[in-house]
């Protein structure tokens, strides 16, 4: 046994060498054409909230056509020690009900990242596992396609509301989007609006305008994909799931594509 592992490991060594040196470039370039902005924002709901000590966390994928590469690392985001950037805790208030909000990689779209060669493949093999098991509509291991899932028509007086925004170098893009929710007694509803400004509408008054093509909005939904076209740059998605969660941490998947 040891004759074969001397003999096998400097064959190793000798093939690892030999890929790098010729091959390290693409080892360490990305495949991907597009830029991938990624972060989560916390959501801890204070006392007032019928939901408490319930916590929302926001899990928010864009991928985007970025103009200017000189924001973009290539680099595995699942490193944290050298690309962990926590954002202040924030106290607000819907309603007169606080909350804390913790952004967690937040950017603004300044900051972009890209796949490594290694890192695609093995994105990529683990999102066509989701496709054989029924739980994604597509193989692109960034960008999610998600079955509609509705439920029948349910009212609440009383709900939590947050806006993410897209990423985009255009005056107005088109965008198609996912969302899903892990709380299998509650729900959302999303528009794709023309800017934050809406939120802070329908938390005064709850009215508000959003694009009313096909696609760009749904209600009593438990997961949906939808595509709106014609956006502003200053647009994005309102969410609005009701204050009526059980669990001790609900989990909203949001990803968003750029299309244009």
């Known amino acids: ?4 592992l001397y003999f096998i490991l400097p064959v190793i060594a000798f093939v690892l060498i030999f890929t790098n040196a010729f091959f390290g470039h693409l080892i360490f370039e990305s495949p991907y054409d597009q830029d991938i ?8 709901l204070q006392d007032e909230w019928n939901s408490h000590p ?56 300044e900051s972009s990242w890209k796949p490594m060669l290694y890192r695609f493949v093995i994105d990529s093999v683990r999102q066509k596992i989701e496709l054989v098991k029924g739980t994604q509509l597509n193989d692109d291991p960034y960008i999610t396609i998600l079955p509609n899932i509705e439920i029948k028509k349910q009212t609440t007086s009383e709900s939590y509301a947050q806006f993410i925004p897209i990423c985009t170098s255009n005056e107005s893009t088109s965008y198609e989007f996912s969302i899903s929710i ?13 800017s934050e400004k809406q939120l802070e509408n329908y938390l005064n008054s709850e009215t508000f305008n959003y694009y009313d ?10 997961s949906f994909s939808g595509e709106c076209d014609d956006v502003g740059n200053n647009s994005g998605l309102l969410i609005i799931i009701p204050d009526n969660l059980e669990q001790s941490l609900t989990k909203v998947r949001v990803n968003m594509h750029e299309t244009l």
């Open 1 to 4: 046994m040891k004759k074969i």
């Open 37 to 44: 902005n990624k972060y989560s924002i916390y959501v801890h």
């Open 54 to 109: 319930g916590n929302i966390l926001f899990d928010v994928t864009n991928v985007w056509s970025n103009s200017s590469s000189d924001d973009v690392y290539f680099a595995d985001p699942s490193d944290i020690t050298t690309l962990t950037n926590y954002n202040s805790n924030q106290l607000q208030f819907q309603n007169n009900k606080p909350y804390v909000e913790l952004k967690h990689e937040f950017s603004n779209c």
């Open 182 to 194: 892990n709380d299998n007694n509650s729900w959302f509803d999303v528009y794709f609006v023309d």
């Open 213 to 222: 093509g096909e696609g760009c909005s749904a209600q009593n939904y438990q």
